[in-house]
């Protein structure tokens, strides 16, 4: 994932190497939404021409959040892959009333305690107060 980020503005651009999608949180609607960044490569080669790309551009809103991880956080050996990403958006919801103060090292003891693989585990999570 290449995520950049302008701080003063919260504008973003999100492109992805074939990782799990980034999830940003809308803070004036309540709900969380899988952004559109996809892709196969980042920076090896300069034109993948026919390769399917999808990068966002947004904004990250005053009490809006990004988080982006690792696919070892929401995959479990036999299971689809949406599901722990489901498992994941409910344990992010039960972190709103907090307002996201236990920071992103809950969530992935939360989930790892749920049953995530031995793959590598880890979650950013950008939350503009």
């Keep these: 994932?290449?995520?950049?980020?302008?701080?003063?503005?919260?504008?973003?651009?999100?492109?992805?190497?074939?990782?799990?999608?980034?999830?940003?949180?809308?803070?004036?609607?309540?709900?969380?939404?899988?952004?559109?960044?996809?892709?196969?490569?980042?920076?090896?080669?300069?034109?993948?021409?026919?390769?399917?790309?999808e990068t966002e551009h947004g904004v990250l809103q005053r009490g809006d959040a990004l988080m982006l991880y690792t696919d070892g956080l929401v995959e479990s050996p036999g299971r689809d892959i949406d599901v722990g990403t489901d498992r994941l958006l409910g344990e992010a919801e039960r972190t709103l009333s907090s307002g996201f103060k236990a920071g992103a090292g809950a969530l992935v003891t939360n989930l790892q305690n749920a049953g995530a693989g031995s793959d590598d585990c880890a979650l950013i999570l950008l939350w503009r107060t």
């Design 1 to 53: 994932m290449h995520l950049s980020l302008e701080l003063a503005s919260g504008e973003y651009v999100i492109s992805s190497a074939g990782h799990p999608p980034a999830v940003h949180y809308d803070a004036a609607a309540g709900r969380w939404r899988l952004t559109r960044a996809r892709g196969i490569v980042l920076g090896v080669l300069p034109d993948l021409r026919g390769a399917a790309a």
